[in-house]
């Protein structure tokens, strides 16, 4: 089996270590040649983890040229700009979410990856859920029917320094955890008709950012609510994705520790004014293995054996959607500690 070179470029993005861990179990896999960060603070809070330790640290243009591929895990607002870099230089990527810089320029790395066959992975950690995976084999089997509604939450309580460094992103916490929800939904129904808004400023410890937020997006048929918040008590425990059907119903709620998933279709519930539904046995996945699977699978595309099921037209959607939501991707500030 061969092994794939690979580094890192950026320690700023707050999965970055989580990224390089995974990488580090799989040795069989994966040959780490260091990692590179130009910004000393983030080198001074970050580079002591246990992630990049034994491994050394390079320059950006010395990561690219050793290896075949790269995860880029810069501050969120220098992803699609590093990529490209690497891009240029034909070296397959893994970038963490959500992308950055204008609808254009994330275009134009995109559509070059595509030209010179050069793998593209996103971060979005649901798709390797293990809910979200049974959903999804619940709607090829046709058993979900013709979708009607979606129902998705992802909400935190957080402290008011993280909410300080949302107001770095148009949109706020939207733009940062609304784009999991946003990947699912246009995967399962594509781009909506409609796209409406609601950035909601709640000004909690006197920080001013939208940290409670909507968005609804209709289709012909189906609305799909996405509720991010960045003030909500026990957020982690409602975060929830309910898919309604012509056939049946998937309510998953916890998303992850715990995943509780629960489905109900016509044949088990058959009359209007009753709550029947069956859990799904579905074991969990330990936060400190959520990027084990997307590690894999990102060699299996760089070694050509497994097609990646989000194709650059996908990520691309969605980034649209996004941009739509938010008003337009874009950075105001740029300070990381907040």
Same mark, same amino acid.
């Given at each position: 089996m061969r092994k794939i070179k690979i580094g890192q470029i950026g320690i700023g993005h707050n999965h970055g270590s989580a990224k390089m861990? /995974?990488?580090?179990?799989?040795? @069989?896999?994966?040959?780490?040649?260091?990692? /590179? %960060?130009?910004?000393?603070?983030?080198?001074? @809070?970050?580079?002591?983890?246990? *992630?990049?330790?034994?491994?050394?640290?390079?320059?950006?243009?010395?990561v690219i040229e050793k290896s075949d591929a790269v995860l880029i895990e810069t501050d969120v607002w220098n992803l699609t700009e590093t990529a490209m870099r690497c891009i240029r230089t034909g070296k397959h990527i893994h970038m963490d979410k959500p992308a950055?810089?204008?609808?254009?320029?994330?275009?134009? $790395? $995109?559509?070059? *990856?595509?030209?010179?066959? $050069?793998?593209? =992975?996103?971060?979005?950690?649901?798709?390797?859920?293990? /809910?979200?995976?049974?959903?999804?084999?619940? &709607?090829?089997?046709?058993?979900?029917? %013709?979708? !009607?509604? &979606?129902?998705?939450?992802?909400?935190?309580?957080?402290?008011?320094?993280?909410?300080?460094? $949302?107001?770095?992103f148009n949109g706020g916490?939207? !733009?940062?955890?609304?784009?999991?929800?946003?990947?699912?939904?246009v995967y399962m129904l594509g781009k909506p008709r409609r796209v409406t808004s609601f950035l909601n400023h709640t000004q909690k410890d006197g920080v001013d950012l939208a940290d409670n937020t909507l968005a609804v997006l209709e289709?012909?048929? /189906?609305? *799909?609510?996405?509720?991010?918040?960045?003030?909500?008590? +026990?957020?982690?425990?409602?975060?929830?994705?309910?898919?309604?059907?012509? +056939?049946?119903?998937? =309510? &998953?709620?916890?998303?992850? +520790?715990? &995943?509780?998933? !629960?489905?109900?279709? +016509? %044949?088990?519930?058959? =009359?209007?004014?009753?709550?029947?539904?069956?859990?799904?046995p579905l074991a969990d996945v330990p936060k400190d293995s959520r990027y084990d699977d997307m590690m894999k699978d990102f060699y299996d595309y760089v070694m050509g054996t497994r097609a990646n099921p989000f194709t650059y037209e996908h990520d691309y959607a969605v980034q649209e959607v996004l941009d739509e939501i938010v008003g337009g991707v874009g950075f105001p500030s740029k300070n990381i500690h907040g």
């Open positions: 861990e /995974a990488v580090r179990k799989f040795p @069989d896999l994966f040959e780490v040649i260091g990692y /590179a %960060e130009e910004n000393e603070e983030w080198v001074a @809070d970050r580079g002591g983890m246990a *992630a990049y330790q034994g491994i050394p640290r390079l320059g950006v243009e010395e950055s810089g204008t609808l254009g320029e994330y275009k134009a $790395l $995109l559509d070059l *990856a595509k030209e010179k066959g $050069l793998v593209v =992975q996103l971060g979005y950690m649901y798709r390797y859920n293990p /809910a979200i995976r049974d959903l999804l084999g619940r &709607i090829d089997r046709g058993e979900v029917g %013709e979708i !009607y509604s &979606i129902n998705a939450e992802m909400s935190t309580n957080h402290p008011a320094q993280y909410r300080r460094w $949302l107001k770095n916490i939207m !733009y940062i955890l609304g784009s999991h929800l946003v990947d699912l939904i289709y012909d048929h /189906a609305l *799909a609510r996405v509720y991010v918040s960045s003030v909500e008590v +026990n957020g982690w425990g409602r975060r929830q994705f309910v898919v309604s059907g012509s +056939n049946g119903t998937a =309510q &998953i709620m916890p998303i992850e +520790n715990e &995943i509780t998933m !629960y489905w109900s279709d +016509n %044949e088990l519930t058959k =009359q209007p004014y009753e709550d029947i539904r069956e859990l799904v």
